[in-house]
């Protein structure tokens, strides 16, 4: 089945009048505007997705699996690939958040155009590789992207006699003795002597973790820019009251409610984007016999299953990466339990994480086996909140892990640059920061918001 053209299928689909407020903004036909909401918004619809939703499904042969989000991530790839331009982001409009785009300069407008003069003879690879969504799978022609760089510890040298061994010989993927020597974390992260049940509750299908409460790590915040088309703007009483509200959504009682999308990456390509909408949690484990999202019973996480690397080229690369997965075992948990996202090694490998992909503290911290560890804490994210609306950095809305190797390293090697790496988004974190960014820090200068986000780091 080929692949429609996105210039001609969304002509059409704007003079059908099938999806609601994507239409025409000027009697040239050369301008549209497209509803953009913030899905944490109370008034938010199915029908404000509709044409995010139909792309999905034309471009993906009949199937939208997965996150909204990511449809709409998509959605305008496609479009910036085409050379549609954005004239106008009236996002966070309170009564008609939405965009306008114009229709690319070097076709014709959307009234006078055939269709098959519309498309630019070169592929859009963000259209005909759209993100995997719901589905674990590998991005097609995963084989043609990835590369080792010459200047790695992988590179050839005389002296190498076998460089898979050498290779082999750093990774952290012996018994639980192995490889610790020397390594001692901070102060201020040494645990506790008084173990505490992590939030003091589980969530219906867990047992109760008894862990110890580690302090804050002080970790360097992720890097967080302002989102596209954001622009600062006087007090708004309004969105003050409706992020207060898109707070409150987040939580049920003593809980935080949030869904985790996973993006696996294999030496800095991404082999597995996945959207999974448990409240409990994920345990990342390899068993490339598992298709979609499997529930465990006895702890009520999902099972997300991390890609084969056969189609990895470079055979040092991929060895080492199937070396990794092989001692995955029971794998790696990331849960929910209370307010807190705890995490938690079950396998042989050893696991390493991280609140910034930029962390350049050199101090590895480790995943505990012995029992879970809090990772991130509901009042941490919001006293974040306090602290952009006071002038600082937004707070991260993801963990970073990478498995099978220490980072961050004493050499400091990026992120991006390790084996097997990991990234576990917290949507509901993700989208109240977004929101926080894209209406900017002074339109959240309330002192009725303040203090409700200071009266519910006091519940937690």
């Known amino acids: 089945m080929s692949k429609p053209l996105l210039i001609p299928w969304l002509r059409t689909k704007i003079n059908s009048g099938q999806c609601d407020g994507v239409q025409w903004t000027n009697p040239e036909q050369t301008e549209f505007s ?19 939703k139909a792309w999905a499904e034309t471009s993906g042969n009949g199937r939208a699996h997965g996150d909204h989000s990511v449809w709409k991530r998509n959605f ?18 309170g009564a008609n958040p939405h965009k306008v785009f114009r229709w690319p300069e070097t076709s014709a407008s959307g009234a006078n155009s055939a269709a098959g003069s519309q498309e630019q003879d070169d592929p ?61 974390l901070p102060p201020e992260q040494q645990q506790l002597q008084n173990p505490a049940v992590i939030g003091g509750h589980a969530l219906p299908g867990q047992q109760q973790f008894p862990v110890m409460y580690e302090g804050e790590a002080g970790l360097p915040e992720q890097p967080a820019g302002p989102i596209e088309g954001a622009v600062g703007g006087a007090y708004d009483g309004q969105f003050a009251e409706q992020f207060k509200h898109s707070v409150n959504n987040t939580r049920d009682g003593e809980h935080f409610k949030t869904h985790f999308r996973i993006s696996v990456y294999y030496r800095g390509v991404k082999v597995l984007d996945q959207l999974v909408d448990n409240e409990v949690g994920i345990r990342l484990v390899y068993r490339p016999q598992l298709t979609g999202t499997v529930l465990d019973p006895g702890s009520g996480l999902s099972l997300v299953s991390l890609p084969s690397p056969g189609a990895i080229l470079d055979q040092t690369q991929a060895n080492l990466t199937q070396r990794i997965l092989d001692k995955l075992g029971e794998g ?22 991280s609140r910034s992909k930029f962390d350049e503290s050199r101090q590895p911290q480790e995943i505990s086996k012995l029992q879970p560890q809090p990772l991130y804490m509901f009042k941490e994210f919001i006293q974040g909140i306090l602290n952009f609306i006071n002038g600082k950095e937004s707070p991260p809305s993801s963990l970073f892990f990478c498995l099978g190797e220490k980072w961050p390293d004493k050499d400091n090697r990026p992120w991006d640059r390790k084996l097997i790496t ?31 986000l200071e009266e519910m780091m006091d519940l937690y």
């Open 332 to 353: 790696l948990d990331v849960g929910m339990s209370g307010s807190v996202v705890y995490g938690q090694r079950r396998g042989e490998i050893k696991a390493f994480w």
């Open 34 to 52: 497209v509803p953009w909401k913030h899905a944490l918004r109370q008034d938010s619809s199915n029908t404000d997705i509709l044409i995010f």
């Open 76 to 93: 305008r790839s496609a479009l910036r690939a085409k050379g549609f331009k954005l004239i106008s982001d009236n996002k966070n409009d």
């Open 124 to 184: 859009d690879l963000s259209e005909y590789f759209p993100l995997p969504t719901q589905e674990s799978q590998v991005v097609p022609n995963f084989e043609d992207y990835l590369y080792l760089p010459e200047d790695t510890v992988f590179s050839e040298h005389p002296d190498h006699h076998d460089i898979l061994q050498e290779c082999l010989m750093g990774l952290n993927i012996g018994p639980d003795t192995e490889g610790t020597a020397g390594f001692e």
């Open 422 to 452: 990991v990234e576990v988004v917290l949507t509901s974190m993700e989208e109240l920061k977004n929101m926080a960014v894209g209406g900017g820090a002074s339109s959240l200068q309330s002192v009725e918001l303040q203090m409700s």
